[in-house]
Structures are given as structure tokens and as C-alpha cells.
């Protein structure tokens, strides 16, 4: 049986689907603002962006890499950006990231400075250097603590405020941190709206502050895509690719904490073991020093126990002088009395010395 397959500008009617089309997926943002025919949404975008006066607005943009839908087709993997210059020669470039990447700051200054660089060619003077500026918009925070979902970024000096020239503008859009107050407080507000809630807005009802003439373009891309078979086939097909980016991401983020947090557990059972060894190694020591004590107080035992024995010796050594003594004195006051007595019975009357 033969495949049938729809023609390129076949609508899809056999499988019904709502009409919504996620305005943040590369192919579809690409379109929204890199398209020739769109170049009044695309005005109006940097205008909203940088909130420039009335009198220094933006009139005419040409854009420098148009949308081309084989280039999608062709690379999965490509980096999905608008460049245009205005007018009085100021260059953009603005990009869409939704995941976080490493080291973004740097891709962002690096992205910006290959622009400047473009720009003098040689045997050009410095002062034909005009104003570059980048605008990203960003599906993650870069900056989730300062509150700002416009964060607007320039070379100048802190302590003095000093701007050191304007020929830098690096914008940061923070998706996330975007709230729809419920009306428009300025014209940013609408491409916030697109940007955030309109991957659940039906193309075709759009609310009626997205109806005016610098988003009709908007809307129109959107239903292009939606109605287009091809270029649904495309989105989808860039819709899924991009799901796998950001779960790809989630999961090697996942097994960094898990990898972070086995070696932290790693490194707490080292220390934990090597605490256990320190107070072994205390322990032993301390059986070792009360062993030492021990045998100390035993010998200091021993030795009073000696210096006991030797007092009690010297005592009946004592006591044994002084019974001969006693029994010399005793022997002598005999010998005396004999003598007397001798002394007596010769009539011989002794006189006491």
C-alpha cells in the first residue's frame, strides 16, 4: 500500500490539535522577528527594549540574516539569532536561550565584541564604530536574586558613574521573573506576554492589547506555522529537540548533585574515619599513659612498701641497740655493786667521786 504524504502547503485536518504555537521555540522566534516582511514587530521590539524617546526612536531596520527555514532543517543544533542595523548604523543582535549554559556571560560578551569587531574594516578610522547591542532573552534566570526581569548592562564606572561609552548594551530578559499585572504598563509588556503566555494562547483569539499593527506580525507568524504543514512539521520537530536539550540538562544537573553529593558524603565518611582513627590513636594513647600511671603508682608502691620494710628494720635495729644498752648498763651497775662490794669487805669505804 502506498504512503501517502501531504504536500508542503497541505493543512493538517486529519489530526485535530489546538492553535497554540510555543512563540519560544528557536524556528518560530526566528521567524517572529528575523523576517523581512516582519521588520514593524521587529522595530517595535527594540524600541520596547530599550525604551528610547520618541525623538530618538527607531524608524528602519534592515535585518543581516533574514530567517531561512532550511537552515533548521539542515543543522539541529544551530544557534538561532537576529541581527539587524538601524538607520544611523547601530547593530543588533538579539537571542533566545531557555537553558542556562556555562559560562553564558562570557558567550554573551564574546558574541557582542565579534559584532564590534565586524564593524572596522581595514584601513577604517576608530571613529566609524557605532553602537552594538545585544538583547537576550532568557527562559532561566541569570540573575534570580535582584528581582528586575529587565536588566540593562553598559561599560561605566561605579564610584563615579561615569559612562565610558554607549557604544555597548548588553539587555537581559528574564522570562521567569516577569508578572502580568493584568494590563499593559508599557509596550515591553506585550512581547513579555507573547514570549511568556503565549505558548497557551489560541493563535487565533488572541487577547486584544496583541491585536495592534506592530504585533499583528506576531500573530501572523504564529498561524503561519500553526496552519503550515511544513512548518509545523518543523516546529514540532524543533519544539521536541529543544524539550530534549532542556532534559538532557536537567538530568546531567541531576547527576552532578548526586555526583556532589556522593563525594561530599565521601569526603564526610574520610573525615569521619579519620576522626575515628585520631580518637583511636587518642584512646590508645590514653590506655598507654594510664598503664604508664599504673606502673608508676605500682613502683611508688613497691618503693613504700621497701622504705616500710626498711623503717620497721631500722626500728628493731633500734630497739636492739637500745636493749644493749640497757643490758651493758645493767652489767656495769652489777660490776659496780661487785666492786663495791669487794671494796667493802676489804674496809676500804670508797668516797663518791
Known sequence: MPVIT????????????EPRIDPTVDCVFKAILGRDSNVVALIHFLNAVMKLEE?????????????????????????VDVKAVDEQNNHYQIEIQLVLTQALE????????????SLLQKGESFEELTKVTSIWILGECLFPDVGDYHLPFSICNLAHKLLLTDHLQIH????????????IQDEL???????TKGKNMDVYHPPEFLQTREIKPVMDTLRQFYE???????????????????TDKKIKERQQA???????????????????????????????????????????????LGEKERMQGE????????????????????EKERLLSLLKQAGINPTPM
Open 172 to 183: 537581559l530578559l528574564q522570562l521567569p521573573l516577569w508578572q502580568w499585572k493584568g494590563s
Open 189 to 195: 509588556d506585550r512581547w513579555m506576554y507573547v514570549f
Open 258 to 304: 548526586e555526583y556532589k553529593k556522593m563525594e561530599e558524603e565521601k569526603e564526610r565518611m574520610q573525615e569521619e574515619k579519620e576522626r575515628m582513627q585520631e580518637e583511636k590513636e587518642r584512646m590508645q594513647e590514653e590506655k598507654e599513659r594510664m598503664q604508664e600511671e599504673k606502673e608508676r603508682i605500682l613502683e611508688e608502691k613497691e618503693r613504700i
Open 228 to 246: 503550515n504543514h511544513a512548518d509545523y512539521l518543523e516546529y514540532e520537530s524543533r519544539r521536541i529537540a529543544q524539550i530534549q536539550v532542556n
Open 315 to 334: 626500728k628493731e635495729r633500734i630497739l636492739e641497740e637500745k636493749e644493749r644498752i640497757q643490758a651493758e648498763l645493767l652489767q656495769e651497775r652489777k
Open 55 to 79: 525623538s530618538s526612536r527607531i524608524k528602519k531596520v534592515w535585518i543581516l540574516n533574514p530567517y531561512n527555514e532550511r537552515e533548521f532543517i539542515e543543522d539541529k543544533l544551530t544557534v
Open 6 to 17: 501531504p504536500s508542503k502547503n497541505q493543512t493538517r485536518r486529519s489530526i485535530v490539535r
Open 106 to 117: 562570557s558567550r554573551m560578551l564574546y558574541t557582542w565584541s565579534a559584532i564590534y569587531h
